[in-house]
């Protein structure tokens, strides 16, 4: 009787054993599940800490081009209103000195002596200049075409042309909108990878940068955004569009059941603020299947415009 009791004794002391080492192994798997999930949140917000600082380098660098777009701008209309100061004043110089001179013909003297302030102007330079008296003896005094300008004509013709230079704004000077596709296969597309949409058609006020597939908004307002993303046959990708940190949209692009490939396309209109980063990714935590289709004939996209 009592090696019976002993026996389940061992049996039972085993089984407690064995019940501690499975509880200890559940135990560890546990921490290093959270140790890896904590881990993988440190990450995700050094990676979006990450592409923020790039947008913000991109969009100093964009306002450091446009100052110095203006600087040398305002340097030009500077040194063109000082040339029309020196053409003004030379014109102005032999006006004086030919108002002091006499036009003679034969058997008739006409002296001038004095000019009102309309003698000045365009029509009379032309006039006095371009034109030369000539006599004949036989027939009243006739006007003989100088063919040759001389530097008052060619002053007078400066100073018309300077008149017309004016500084105009440059075109959509206000506008904001892009348009960029994938140039190639993307093969290995992970959890939370930003897709690079690395070919720009347009980008009006350069705010989409095509080295971090992201957008920086200048400026407070409504937006729309799409983008439609080419899978391979049989495969699928979740992806998401975001503003800062936040999901805004999601889409599922499956081409399971055909035989090539095949497209979605998502939108959203939203509002967004000066200095929000907008940008596409692969779904966080959905897992993914096949590739990022990219052909010539065929391109994923990313576009954006401001509404108002």
């Known amino acids: ?15 407690q054993r064995y ?4 509880i200890q192994k559940e ?13 993988e949140g440190k990450l995700y917000s050094s990676n979006i800490e990450m592409e923020s600082v790039k947008a913000r380098v991109s969009e100093l660098l964009l306002t450091n081009r446009q100052l110095n777009a203006r600087i040398t701008a305002m340097e030009n209309k500077r040194e063109v209103s000082e040339t029309k100061k020196d053409i003004n004043a030379i014109v102005d110089k032999n006006f004086k ?23 000045k102007s365009e029509k009379f330079v032309k006039a006095q200049q371009n034109l030369s008296i000539t006599e004949n003896t036989n027939q009243p005094t006739k006007l003989k075409l100088s063919h040759k300008p001389n530097q008052i004509q060619k002053l007078a013709m400066a100073k018309r042309l300077l008149t017309g230079v004016h500084t105009t704004k440059p075109p959509f000077a206000d506008g904001v909108a892009f348009s960029a596709f994938v140039s190639t296969y993307e093969t290995e597309i992970s ?13 009006i006020g350069n705010h989409y940068n095509l080295h971090s597939g992201i957008f920086t908004s200048p400026q407070h307002g409504v937006y729309v955004f799409t983008w439609n993303l080419y899978c391979r046959a049989g495969g699928y990708i979740f992806s998401q569009i975001l503003v ?17 490939f095949r497209t979605t396309t998502g939108v959203v209109v939203m509002e967004v ?4 980063v907008v940008f596409v990714r692969i779904h966080s935590t959905e897992t993914q299947s096949g ?3 990219s052909h010539p004939d065929y391109r994923s996209s990313f576009n954006g415009w401001k509404i108002y």
């Open 27 to 39: 135990k560890q798997k546990l921490e290093r599940r959270v140790l890896q999930l904590f881990l």
């Open 19 to 22: 019940f501690e080492m499975q």
């Open 1 to 15: 009787m009592e090696d019976k009791n002993d026996a389940e004794d061992k049996v039972g002391s085993r089984l």
């Open 97 to 119: 000195k030919s108002t002091k001179s006499s036009v003679l013909s034969k058997g008739n003297s006409v002296q001038v002596s004095s000019l009102d302030s309309t003698a």
């Open 191 to 203: 959890k939370d990878h930003t897709i690079k949409f690395d070919i720009i058609v347009s980008n």
């Open 291 to 293: 590739n990022l289709f």
């Open 244 to 260: 800062n940190s936040n999901a805004v949209g999601g889409m599922l692009t499956s081409s399971n059941g055909a035989t090539s």
């Open 273 to 276: 603020n000066q200095g929000d």
